[in-house]
């Protein structure tokens, strides 16, 4: 039987301390909020204890954050989409950041199995003043196992309305996408790390984000395949294409550094659960 979970997540800030309280309703929910850098900032862990999505199955996870807090959100391993037989698999994400407020969104890869029929949709709604930093890693297939995509669809939307879309479908029966050099050439994962704003970014800042993304790029091994744009005022958006996950989640991890460095004057303090 399909599963329909969801989960309802907020960010308070009281006094000097942010506190995350949640609502969860299926299997997810998230885990003892930890605070590694001090109470302005409260790591989460999201945890989907099925693992994985099959047909007919719907995830909804809605996070808003409330004036001067700062939430950090990750998860402990990757979203799996399943074969599915027909039914589509959904993962929807809403996320809201009020005035003056901080969001990292920074969940692990999403795997496709072969034959998968899914969706993955994020939205994020920002007021004037609030900023979130976020990605959106994509895996087709599994190589290591040998079990490639060769059937199956994927779609991903990414959204700030109004200022930013994003939206493909990958279907593996696309050789022309799947295969050539205007497509994913052969690659197998897909990264988007992203930097948006509420009120317009001041040349700047945005300047010092693209710069510090591009140093990371040039040193990296995937810099032929990488690169940093600011598509508007509002957005800088850093793009990777790898043959697998590893390369290109290292990539994102040291421009997150950077990022947290150069736009929020923060080190880059990875959430525990990546070290485990």
Not at 25 to 31: A, E, S, T, V
Not at 178 to 196: D, E, I, T, V, Y
Request: glycine residues 8%; charged residues 15%.
């Amino acid at each position: 039987m399909p599963w329909h979970a969801r989960l309802q997540l907020d960010y308070t800030r009281e006094s000097a301390r942010t506190v995350a309280r949640f609502e969860h309703n299926g299997p997810l929910r998230i885990l003892q909020s930890l605070y590694p850098e001090g109470d302005a900032i409260c790591h989460n862990v999201l945890v989907h204890p099925p693992g994985g999505l099959v047909g007919g199955d719907t995830l909804d996870i809605t996070a808003t954050v409330a004036p001067g807090a700062h939430g950090l959100l990750t998860t402990p391993g990757a979203t799996r989409f399943y074969r599915s037989n027909g039914p589509l698999a959904l993962q929807r994400s809403h996320l809201s950041v009020a005035e003056d407020a901080r969001l990292e969104w920074l969940p692990l890869e999403a795997l496709c199995y072969n034959a998968c029929n899914a969706e993955n949709h994020l939205t994020l709604n920002l007021a004037p003043g609030a900023e979130c930093m976020g990605w959106d890693v994509t895996a087709l297939g599994l190589p290591h196992a040998n079990q490639p995509f060769e059937t199956g669809r994927f779609v991903q939307h990414l959204e700030v309305p109004g200022v930013w879309l994003e939206r493909g479908a990958i279907n593996a029966a696309d050789h022309r996408l799947m295969q050539s050099p205007l497509g994913l050439a052969g690659h197998r994962c897909m990264a988007s790390l992203f930097f948006a704003a509420g009120t317009p970014l001041d040349r700047i800042r945005r300047d010092a984000a693209l710069e510090a993304a591009r140093a990371v790029i040039d040193a990296h091994a995937l810099k032929a395949t990488a690169g940093a744009t600011s598509p508007n005022p509002q957005m800088v958006v850093l793009r990777v294409l790898a043959p697998q996950v590893e390369p290109a989640m290292q990539l994102l991890k040291a421009v997150r550094v950077a990022w947290r460095e150069v736009m929020w004057n923060l080190t880059g303090a990875p959430p525990r659960i990546w070290a485990m």
